[in-house]
């Protein structure tokens, strides 16, 4: 019903804000975490707002970004959640660690929200865990993916190159003539598909998704690089998204 208010910030309470719009004040129940990034008052603020209607009362819920917005209806669709509860979970934490918790399935962390049990925490990553993986796969820009995974080939190339040197004890320039042809031909073989184990090639599209989600979580593109790396030993070649992603949030929790 109401998308968004623009207009003038002339005060805010404990959990909400008053907003000046051509004359007419709205209250509007945002959550703390929003407070720091607010304008002082009398400047203009845009917020974008969820609209909720009850028999007895009409209350707008607040937020400075759309996906904060749609993140926030995604929590009311969980059986058992309501906007107060949706509003005191994005209050404890930002938006981007509820979310990481969720596809983790760190269930400990989500019962560090007040008001959040286990078996509420449980329902949460139950019930949103693959609509995030979905929805973060496709906020990801092509561009992106072509370049990331054009630096991912690039570092993998890189390392083959300096193991070979390792194990030559040469650099390129001081190998002959025959001993560059048989280099060449090792650093060929080394870089073949059936020489290197499937579950180290960075080009399988498993492995390319999950890297993509973390960026589309927050992460950089050496923090998921990394991430992945480690998480390498322990996911199998047939590994879905899911499993690389799993493994690669559990490698960054424990860093």
Not at 27 to 44: C, D, I, M, N
Not at 98 to 111: C, K, P
Not at 137 to 155: G, M, N, P, S, Y
Request: glycine residues 8%; neutral net charge; charged residues 25%.
């Amino acid at each position: 019903m109401i998308a968004f208010l623009r207009g003038r910030l002339v005060g805010r309470g404990e959990d909400c804000l008053l907003v000046d719009v051509s004359g007419v004040g709205y209250r509007v129940f945002v959550p703390a975490t929003l407070f720091g990034s607010l304008p002082r008052e009398g400047k203009e603020v845009l917020i974008h707002t969820y609209f909720h209607l009850r028999e007895d009362q009409a209350q707008l819920y607040g937020f400075l970004s759309e996906e904060e917005l749609e993140f926030f209806r995604l929590l009311l669709e969980v059986s058992g959640i309501g906007p107060k509860v949706g509003l005191g979970i994005l209050s404890s934490f930002s938006a981007t660690d509820v979310q990481r918790a969720i596809i983790s399935e760190d269930v400990m962390a989500l019962t560090r929200i007040p008001g959040i049990g286990r078996k509420t925490a449980q329902r949460l990553v139950i019930e949103l865990r693959d609509k995030l993986l979905k929805q973060g796969l496709r906020i990801v820009r092509v561009a992106v993916e072509r370049q990331e995974t054009a630096e991912a080939e690039t570092a993998v190339a890189a390392t083959i190159d300096t193991s070979t040197v390792t194990e030559t004890g040469q650099t390129p320039s001081e190998v002959s003539p025959a001993g560059s042809s048989e280099a060449s031909s090792s650093r060929s073989k080394k870089k073949s598909p059936a020489s290197v184990p499937p579950s180290r090639l960075w080009k399988t599209t498993a492995r390319d998704d999950a890297f993509l989600a973390l960026q589309s979580l927050g992460y950089s593109s050496n923090e998921a690089r990394d991430a992945l790396i480690d998480a390498a030993p322990s996911v199998s070649p047939e590994a879905d998204v899911e499993m690389w992603l799993k493994a690669a949030l559990k490698s960054l929790a424990s860093k």
